[in-house]
């Protein structure tokens, strides 16, 4: 972990790569923009440093001798909804779908840019700590099939009353559909209003963040069939959404 942390105002980022350039390089441009930045080179220094800090964010790498990022990643979405970022080889788009399948927010691919990095963090960090729009009240919650989605805690309840974990894609992913019932949406759509930017060309993490969100809803009978695959066009929340 390094011990020179230069405070700043934008949030406590972690960074974990065995390549020291690599974190060196992200703990100087980072520091720059505002964030403290704390780094690790592995799972054991990475797990130290969370257990004396609250992090507000980790840039995670795929690739890492011993244990690697996916299975560290795994660990930490299970018990934590941190948002995660993962760096990943280029060109290695099962480590992509696995990582967003493990709970990752986001993921970019090296090489990389460092500014394309930052606007990552910044989007996912606008994404996990967004307030409730001006105007709304603070139960701002809408009802679908039973379920419970309380967006201004970022809560979802199944009809037994149990809390549903919910990672910032998937609760993003949510409201993009309990807002757009019974309506078509695109990939392409889905992609610009959950990540505020087109999706790359042949990209699957939408595709993965539904199979995902899918799963989280058969937690309940006929949860299965509240997201809907229109073949060749995207996905369809078919249920009435009612005000909570």
């Known amino acids: 972990m390094d011990d020179g942390v230069?405070?700043?105002t934008m949030g406590h980022i972690l960074v974990v790569d065995d390549d020291a350039g690599i974190r060196e390089l992200l703990a100087r441009f980072l520091r720059t923009h505002g964030f403290r930045v704390d780094h690790a080179r592995n799972g054991i220094e990475m797990r130290r440093a969370m257990g004396d800090v609250e992090y507000d964010l980790v840039v995670l790498d795929i690739m890492m001798p011993g244990e690697g990022g996916l299975s560290l990643c795994r660990d930490l979405r299970s018990r934590s909804r941190?948002?995660?970022?993962?760096l990943t080889a280029m060109g290695d788009e099962a480590d992509r779908v696995v990582g967003l399948e493990m709970g990752a927010d986001d993921y970019v691919p090296k090489p990389f840019s460092p500014r394309e990095l930052?606007?990552?963090?910044?989007?996912?960090?606008?994404?996990?700590?967004?307030?409730?729009?001006?105007?709304?009240?603070?139960?701002d919650k809408v009802k679908f099939a039973g379920w419970m989605l309380d967006k201004s805690r970022r809560?979802?309840?199944?009809?037994?009353?149990?809390?549903i974990d919910l990672t910032g894609g998937?609760?993003?992913?949510?409201?993009?559909?309990?807002?757009?019932?019974?309506?078509?949406?695109t990939r392409d759509q889905l992609y610009d209003i959950t990540r505020g930017r087109s999706a790359p060309p042949l990209d699957r993490s939408i595709d993965v963040h539904v199979s995902r969100l899918r799963?989280?809803?058969e937690h309940c009978a006929g949860g299965h069939d509240i997201i809907k695959t229109v073949r060749g066009s995207g996905y369809v929340f078919a249920a009435i959404v009612e005000p909570g």
């Open 155 to 163: 809560e979802l309840t199944t009809p037994d009353g149990v809390a």
């Open 82 to 86: 941190i948002p995660v970022i993962m």
């Open 118 to 139: 930052l606007a990552r963090i910044r989007a996912v960090l606008r994404r996990s700590t967004a307030a409730p729009e001006a105007g709304i009240p603070r139960s």
């Open 6 to 8: 230069i405070l700043g």
């Open 215 to 217: 799963r989280k809803l």
């Open 170 to 185: 998937d609760f993003d992913l949510l409201v993009a559909f309990v807002e757009n019932p019974n309506r078509v949406l």
